[in-house]
């Protein structure tokens, strides 16, 4: 499984741009990278996932370097409700359903 | 759509005893997945039922044991508590017809304490 690398911790501004770095240089090509995130006292919520390709959802955008070792998950206009542990989750597709394997993600404080 | 839901909220228990832990997945959802995730920490993955049976197991000794139902709800059973059992258990349900997308939604979580 590939490892990962992500900060302990960022801080950032209401309605700012936020970047959340990942690196995952033992990624293998088939690999799919995940993101989830945790909001306080909740469950994991799924926020965006990529191959290759930079991806957009209504949630985030999702920036894959050309080598793939590592991504970037872009909070375009970060709030309040963003404060959460941000999880990067390199998946072996296998063709079938496989399980996740949590780091221990990236805190993010967002500052009103 | 009630999502994943998991009962009980919150669980004390002794060492020694016996827990039994309750999922149901969201509408349309037939694999189910369990996680343990003690404080301060990542979610670690127990194991996951696709039609009734266990499809994939994580690094847990064979204290945790579970079950799916005809209904794809799904029961996780822990024997012989430990305290370092004591944690956060999130159940996540997904689709197998979504194919390579792995969008596993999560419930809100059993708090077990074990004393």
């Known amino acids: 499984d590939a490892k990962t690398t992500q900060p302990n911790s960022m801080e950032s501004n209401e309605e700012e741009p936020v970047h959340l770095p990942c690196n995952h240089s033992t990624i293998s090509g088939t690999d799919y990278i995940h993101w989830y995130r945790q909001l306080p006292s909740q469950g994991p919520e799924y926020v965006i996932h990529?191959?290759?390709s930079n991806v957009n959802n209504r949630m985030a955008s999702l920036a894959i370097a050309e080598d793939r070792k590592s991504s970037t998950l872009i909070l375009h206009r970060a709030t309040l409700r963003d404060a959460a542990v941000y999880y990067c989750i390199p998946e072996n597709y296998g063709g079938s359903q496989g399980n996740l394997i949590f780091g221990k993600g990236t805190k993010l404080s967002v500052k009103p | 759509d009630a999502g994943v839901t998991q009962s009980p909220t919150h669980l004390i228990k002794t060492r020694g005893q016996q827990v039994t832990l309750r999922c149901s997945p969201k509408?349309?959802?037939?694999?189910v997945s369990w996680y343990q995730q003690a404080l301060g920490q990542g979610p670690q993955f127990i194991f996951q039922y696709y039609e009734e049976e266990e499809r994939q197991r994580g690094n847990f000794p064979d204290r945790f044991s579970g079950h799916q139902f005809p209904n794809y709800s799904s029961e996780l059973n822990v024997n012989a508590l430990l305290l370092g059992d004591s944690a956060l258990y999130l159940c996540a349900s997904s689709s197998e017809d979504r194919g390579f997308i792995n969008e596993q939604f999560f419930g809100p979580g059993t708090r077990l304490t074990v004393l």
């Open positions: 990529g191959l290759t």
């Open positions: 509408s349309g959802h037939d694999t």
